[in-house]
């Protein structure tokens, strides 16, 4: 098992990045929450979870051990794997997802692109009682961990290729995934972050 990773960044998408541990580039699917804190040229840690398949290894990174305890919980119920589960967190702050199961609402997990109705009462019924207690009592994402701009930001109009990209690597449509991306192109001219704008972006495409 390798519990975490640290080294140079030396990629950074819209879903995923690339750190070089001694010489070895790791390619690592992350949070919206994980990647916020990778830059570039710059060295960073991310907590790291392993999914071994027949013809695959894929590394799976977060923010902290909360958001990797969390993505290999939710993969105890029934008909989620790691790629639904890391659209729970992209969607959803571990909090708030806590507390989507604990209330037992399914309209909040619906939000997640791959969770239908009864993929969603199939969670709430599966996983109450598993998780952690939430500390928030809202249900909302929490705010950017900086200032628009301070964390992930990409050149002007060069967010709108990897909004689309991570859209797309979360389950959505490139149709819909690029109609998500044109809403949210008023809230580029104040924030070149991508994480916010992908997060902006996931929160249209779940009301629509």
Do not use: Y
């Not at 990778?38 to 840690?45: C, D, I, P, Q, R």
């Not at 990797?68 to 008909?79: C, D, I, M, R, Y």
């Amino acid at each position: 098992m390798i519990a975490f990773l640290t080294g140079r960044v030396a990629a950074r998408g819209a879903g995923s990045a690339v750190i070089d541990v001694g010489g070895v580039g790791m390619t690592l699917q992350c949070t919206p929450s994980a990647l916020s804190r990778l830059h570039v040229g710059e060295e960073g840690t991310v907590a790291t979870s392993l999914v071994v398949r027949e013809d695959s290894l894929t590394l799976f990174g977060f923010a902290d051990d909360d958001e990797k305890n969390l993505f290999e919980q939710v993969q105890t119920a029934s008909g989620i794997g790691p790629r639904i589960a890391l659209a729970m967190l992209a969607v959803h702050s571990p909090d708030s997802l806590r507390q989507a199961v604990a209330t037992e609402d399914t309209a909040a997990l619906t939000r997640v692109p791959g969770i239908g109705k009864k993929g969603a009462q199939r969670i709430v019924l599966e996983l109450r009682g598993k998780l952690d207690a939430p500390v928030m009592t809202d249900g909302t994402l929490p705010p950017a961990d900086a200032p628009n701009g301070a964390n992930g930001a990409s050149p002007n109009g060069a967010w709108r290729g990897q909004v689309v990209s991570g859209l797309v690597n979360l389950g959505w449509s490139a149709k819909d995934s690029e109609a998500a991306a044109a809403a949210v192109a008023a809230e580029a001219e104040d924030t070149s972050d991508v994480t916010v704008l992908l997060r902006s972006a996931l929160r249209k495409l779940s009301r629509a």
